[in-house]
């Protein structure tokens, strides 16, 4: 992509969601020769006479977009926000998921998260057009089998798009009546795991207004509830789900559904056993579990 004023202005306004460093922009796709430049565009954008960023002083080369004034909200057009999605366990019987949020699955290594992913994507074909950032772990052949064992051919499905992602998945959260599964989010070598927590909040910001809802992968220790990345990642989440070999649990709800609210409960802690089929993608022998996890 040329590298012009008006490209980087576009980045700055439609994808940017935060503070961000200029070496980004365009998707980090810029050569480092033409850096000097960038910054002289980046420069003349902070002193324009309606600037649309502004450096942020805490590092140099980082920058902020600087937002338009935002509307007041209106409330006489909501009804029901309710998202039709359907969850393996039949989960939307005990949580509530609106339109706007974001589902988090924290999974032990073999677990069953991408599982949890797929099977998401199966149950809702034909409900609403699905896009998969995939960080494409075990490569096209095998996520292509996966599925297959489903029932789905990846080549002939309109329903299902897949893209190869490994950072910045809010810039690809762009569709209305959309769900996006992510698969899953992590952080390069060497970096600090707390920006898994700002990667899901900067999703869940791109996410308003959309009609469209996020499901989103994390790895997490065996045998604790929390995925790596710590508290943080449960702030934005209507519901959080832990994994680990045969168990699933509810960490989290913001919303109780209908019927549990009719008992005046909490899905809170509800976990179940399972048996995974890999190779079919599908959760077996699913049994309510009262016990530990």
Same mark, same amino acid.
Not at 24 to 43: A, V
Not at 132 to 143: A, F, P, W, Y
Not at 233 to 258: G, W
């Given at each position: ?13 439609n994808i940017s969601t935060g503070e961000f460093h200029y070496k980004q922009i365009l998707g980090g796709s810029i050569s480092p020769k033409l850096y ?20 942020? !002083? @805490?590092?140099?080369?980082?920058? %902020?977009?600087?937002?338009?004034? =935002?509307?007041?909200?209106?409330? #006489?057009? /909501? *009804? ?58 075990? !490569? @096209?052949?095998?996520?292509?089998? %996966?599925?297959?064992?489903?029932? =789905?051919?990846?080549?002939?499905? #309109?329903? /299902? *798009? ?72 449960l702030k934005v989440a209507s519901l959080y789900l832990a994994m680990d070999n045969s168990k699933l649990k509810i960490i989290d709800a913001k919303e109780p559904s209908d019927a549990m609210k009719a008992k005046n409960d909490n899905p809170r802690g509800m976990q179940w056993t ?20």
């Amino acid at each position: 992509m040329e590298l012009t004023a008006s490209a980087v202005r576009d980045w700055i306004v439609n994808i940017s969601t935060g503070e961000f460093h200029y070496k980004q922009i365009l998707g980090g796709s810029i050569s480092p020769k033409l850096y000097i430049r960038l910054r002289g565009i980046l420069r003349d954008l902070c002193n324009a006479k309606d600037p649309v960023v502004e450096s942020v !002083g @805490k590092k140099d080369g980082v920058y %902020r977009p600087i937002q338009e004034m =935002v509307k007041p909200l209106t409330f #006489d057009d /909501i *009804t029901d926000n309710r998202c039709p999605i359907t969850l393996p366990f039949d989960l939307t019987k005990y949580a509530r998921i609106d339109y706007d949020t974001t589902i988090v699955v924290a999974g032990s290594k073999s677990g069953g998260k991408t599982g949890f992913c797929y099977r998401t994507a199966h149950l809702n074909i034909g409900v609403m057009p699905i896009v998969i950032l995939s960080n494409m772990e075990g !490569g @096209k052949d095998r996520m292509k089998r %996966r599925f297959m064992a489903m029932g =789905v051919d990846l080549v002939r499905e #309109d329903w /299902i *798009t897949i893209y190869p992602v490994y950072d910045n998945y809010h810039d690809y959260i762009k569709e209305k009546n959309t769900l996006y599964i992510i698969d899953y989010i992590d952080v390069p070598d060497g970096e600090s795991f707390w920006m898994i927590a700002n990667e899901i909040k900067k999703v869940d910001q791109k996410l308003q207004g959309k009609n469209s809802v996020a499901l989103i992968g994390l790895q997490k220790p065996y045998n604790r509830d929390i995925a790596i990345g710590g508290e943080g990642t449960l702030k934005v989440a209507s519901l959080y789900l832990a994994m680990d070999n045969s168990k699933l649990k509810i960490i989290d709800a913001k919303e109780p559904s209908d019927a549990m609210k009719a008992k005046n409960d909490n899905p809170r802690g509800m976990q179940w056993t399972f048996q995974y089929s890999e190779e079919g993608t599908n959760f077996l022998n699913i049994m309510a579990d009262y016990g530990g996890m």
